[in-house]
């Protein structure tokens, strides 16, 4: 079978907001009059979506269920999208609707265009708090100015990607995973479309405040050195600091001065180098759990049940 467009919806406890989310991407891929897909990734949820998702798929052949054996993550679940897409444009959409389906049209006009990744730009935010919404910010602007690939500012998955894009992307088999910026990183011709993301349809955040961290994290240590190289810096500021201060506490003692009597001066400055020395092991340990966790090999995800075809 022949398609022009493939949706991709990580799925994970979203069960009141599927049948709105089929219904109005039935609605606005059907106005295209070009065949199309919705490919549903269930990612181990327990509210009852894998049933709903099971029940859309045999009432539209349209919809493709991919079922995981248990959570793997978000941006696992987006990487199953990819896998079993077999659109020659494929569409990364949230599931809980604040990416509205109506935007695709926009994506798909620019993507006719040819251009070969076209990103939703969020230029409004509806329904969130101020901390979440200034927290997003400094996020993407941080990412901007110290990851190696420049990353949109105010981007998320949402997006659509050429059938050959997404060939390379599924060439790309990391486990800390961070698609955003690997479908910037790959380079194509892209371009950015502006929307305003609505309120969430039903449910609560799948991203709290921890998970943005850890996204952080891995968007950090994918796509940066920079955590490494402060390290080194704090190194060389902490021996340049212990250089400089030997003549002067020579010159101190010498003099018989009394402002280094005491054990305050040492036990601040044991306590400073121990600090920068936890802090430099600390982030060589993130990128070595990295590491350890590619030399193992295991699978990105398991699925219990895939479409046939």
Same mark, same amino acid.
């Given at each position: 079978?022949?398609?022009?467009? @493939?949706?991709?919806? &990580?799925?994970?406890?979203?069960?009141?907001?599927?049948?709105?989310?089929?219904?109005?991407?039935?609605?606005?891929?059907?106005?295209?009059?070009?065949?199309?897909?919705?490919?549903?990734?269930?990612?181990?949820?327990?509210?009852? @979506?894998?049933?709903?998702?099971?029940?859309? !798929?045999?009432?539209?052949?349209?919809?493709?269920?991919?079922?995981?054996? #248990?959570?793997?993550?978000?941006?696992?679940?987006?990487?199953?999208?990819?896998?079993?897409?077999?659109?020659?444009?494929?569409?990364?959409?949230?599931?809980?609707?604040?990416?509205?389906?109506?935007?695709?049209?926009?994506?798909?006009?620019?993507?006719?265009?040819?251009?070969? =990744?076209?990103?939703?730009?969020?230029?409004?935010?509806?329904?969130?708090?101020?901390?979440?919404? +200034?927290?997003?910010?400094?996020?993407?602007?941080?990412?901007?100015?110290?990851?190696?690939?420049?990353?949109?500012?105010?981007?998320?998955?949402?997006?659509?990607?050429?059938?050959?894009? %997404?060939? =390379?992307?599924?060439?790309?088999?990391?486990?800390?995973?961070?698609? #955003?910026?690997?479908?910037?990183?790959?380079?194509?011709?892209?371009?950015?479309?502006?929307?305003?993301?609505?309120?969430?349809?039903?449910?609560?955040?799948?991203?709290?405040?921890?998970?943005?961290?850890?996204?952080?994290?891995? !968007?950090?240590?994918?796509?940066?050195?920079?955590?490494?190289?402060? !390290?080194?810096?704090? /190194?060389? !500021?902490?021996?340049?600091?212990?250089?400089?201060?030997? &003549?002067? %506490?020579?010159?101190? #003692? %010498?003099? /018989?001065?009394?402002?280094?009597?005491?054990?305050?001066?040492?036990?601040?400055?044991?306590?400073?180098? /121990?600090? %920068?020395?936890?802090?430099?092991?600390?982030?060589?340990?993130?990128?070595?759990?990295?590491?350890?966790?590619?030399?193992? /090999?295991?699978? +990105?995800?398991?699925?219990?049940?895939?479409?046939?075809?």
């Amino acid at each position: 079978m022949s398609v022009q467009y @493939s949706i991709v919806a &990580p799925i994970y406890n979203e069960v009141e907001s599927l049948p709105e989310l089929h219904r109005r991407v039935s609605a606005v891929m059907d106005t295209t009059g070009e065949a199309w897909e919705l490919v549903l990734v269930d990612d181990g949820s327990s509210d009852g @979506s894998t049933e709903k998702i099971r029940e859309l !798929a045999d009432k539209d052949n349209r919809v493709r269920a991919v079922i995981f054996a #248990r959570n793997f993550g978000h941006q696992i679940a987006i990487t199953a999208g990819w896998d079993y897409a077999r659109g020659n444009a494929v569409i990364i959409i949230d599931a809980d609707l604040q990416d509205p389906p109506e935007v695709i049209l926009e994506l798909v006009k620019k993507w006719k265009e040819g251009y070969e =990744v076209v990103y939703a730009v969020r230029a409004e935010r509806e329904g969130e708090s101020w901390f979440k919404t +200034l927290t997003a910010s400094l996020f993407y602007r941080l990412i901007y100015r110290i990851t190696d690939v420049k990353i949109p500012l105010d981007t998320g998955d949402f997006r659509l990607m050429d059938r050959k894009v %997404v060939e =390379v992307l599924k060439q790309m088999r990391e486990r800390h995973r961070f698609p #955003r910026g690997m479908s910037a990183w790959v380079g194509f011709k892209q371009i950015g479309v502006n929307y305003k993301r609505a309120a969430r349809h039903a449910g609560v955040t799948k991203y709290p405040f921890n998970k943005m961290v850890r996204l952080a994290l891995n !968007a950090i240590t994918s796509f940066s050195y920079l955590p490494l190289q402060v !390290a080194t810096f704090f /190194g060389f !500021a902490s021996a340049g600091i212990a250089i400089l201060g030997i &003549p002067i %506490v020579i010159l101190l #003692r %010498v003099s /018989g001065s009394p402002q280094l009597i005491g054990q305050a001066t040492t036990l601040i400055a044991v306590l400073f180098l /121990g600090g %920068v020395q936890l802090i430099s092991l600390g982030i060589l340990g993130e990128y070595i759990g990295r590491l350890y966790d590619e030399a193992k /090999g295991r699978p +990105l995800y398991i699925v219990r049940e895939a479409p046939k075809d």
